[in-house]
């Protein structure tokens, strides 16, 4: 094929076309092929329009050259003595170029589109994921912020209610002290009282017999007595031997008063599940008592004895064991929150799963405890 061919072949018609013709077929390619005529967002298919016109531009060019405009009068006569010879050729040549233009134009017009669908198809996309990644950036930021908010609140609250639980223990210790100690004065004044008037009421005369009767000293009582009175005999004549002190009555003392009534014994008893709070068992003994599950909040057991006893689950929060036994006594499960062990003997204790406090932040009082072997809430034995 030449170069001649090509060039009619670029504007659709057929070789010997007319310059008209030409002039034609230009004008219906640059028509669907111009540059201003295809979206300015569409590089690729602009750059293709821009390649086309120019092929476009040259075949008229080259076309026209080879047909000057006198040539129109000796083609239009050709083709009316050719008219009559080959009417069914040109008519099957223009229904030819007709359907060759129709068909180029509905390839450029679906590819158009295709291409417009495909770059719209791939912009929602783009946009769909940048959205759908900035949501994610934007609740996982509102998520780390929400539950640091919340770790800080929760701190701030634990802390806030040690300090008010601290507080009001140390308050409550305060008073009951008072408390105490005025009870105290008050119950020796009472008997002091009680003993004046009772020693001061007159008793019977009755005769007095002697208790002792006089005998020489000798031997080695004799010498005890020597040795501790031989040498104040006239400085104190009534001496522990003497007669006036054996037949004297004692005087009572300014400071008597009724020894208070002692606790009972309450080692062994079984106190499972009973409701125990702000109790005061100071002092008292509970070896090997049964306070399973026990409510022993806010107690006051100072120095108390619970060797072997049965703690488990029980509840001491904001307990005081100040100086108390718990030699391989069961704390297992134990509450243990708040509660003042200082000075407590532990050993042997057994305080597996005991709640000692929340998190790393450990809320039992151990100043001056003894844990010699205690198993430790993790399981493990102190050394």
Known sequence: MNDLDQYYKVLGIL????????????????????????????????????????????????????????????VQHRNTQHKHTQPQNTQQQKTQQQNTQQQNTQQQNTQYRNTQQQNTQQQNTQYRNTQQQNT?????????????????????????????????????RNTQYQDSQQQNTQYRNTQYQDSQQQ????????????????????????????????????????????????????????????????????????????????????????????????????????????????????????????GACLINANLRETNLIGADLSGADLSGADLTGAKIGYGDRVMVKLTGARLTGTILPDGTVHN
């Open 15 to 74: 070789p010997g076309a007319s310059r008209e013709e030409i002039t034609q077929a230009y004008k219906d390619l640059a028509f669907i092929w111009h540059p201003d005529r295809i979206p300015k967002d569409n590089p690729r298919l602009l750059h293709k329009a821009e390649e086309k016109i120019k092929e476009i531009n040259q075949a008229r060019e080259q076309l026209r050259s080879i047909h000057p405009r006198g040539d129109n009068q000796n």
């Open 136 to 172: 994610q950036q934007q609740n996982t930021q509102y998520r780390n912020t929400q539950q640091q908010n919340t770790q800080q609140q929760n701190t701030q609250y634990r802390n806030t209610q040690y300090q008010d639980s601290q507080q009001q223990n140390t308050q409550y």
């Open 199 to 322: 020693n001061t009421q007159p008793s019977p005369a009755t005769p007095k017999e002697p208790r002792y009767y006089s005998e020489p000293s000798s031997g080695k009582y004799a010498g005890n007595y020597a040795g501790n009175y031989g040498g104040n005999s006239s400085a104190n004549p009534t001496g522990p031997y003497s007669d006036t002190s054996r037949y004297q009555s004692p005087q009572p003392s300014p400071s008597y008063r009724q020894a208070a009534p002692q606790a009972p014994d309450l080692s062994g008893s079984n106190f499972k599940g009973a409701a125990l709070k702000e109790k005061d068992f100071s002092g008292r003994n509970l070896s090997n008592a049964n306070l399973s599950e026990a409510d022993l909040s806010d107690t006051f057991l100072h120095n108390i004895n619970l060797t072997g006893a049965n703690l488990q689950k029980a509840n001491l929060f904001r307990a005081n064991l100040l």
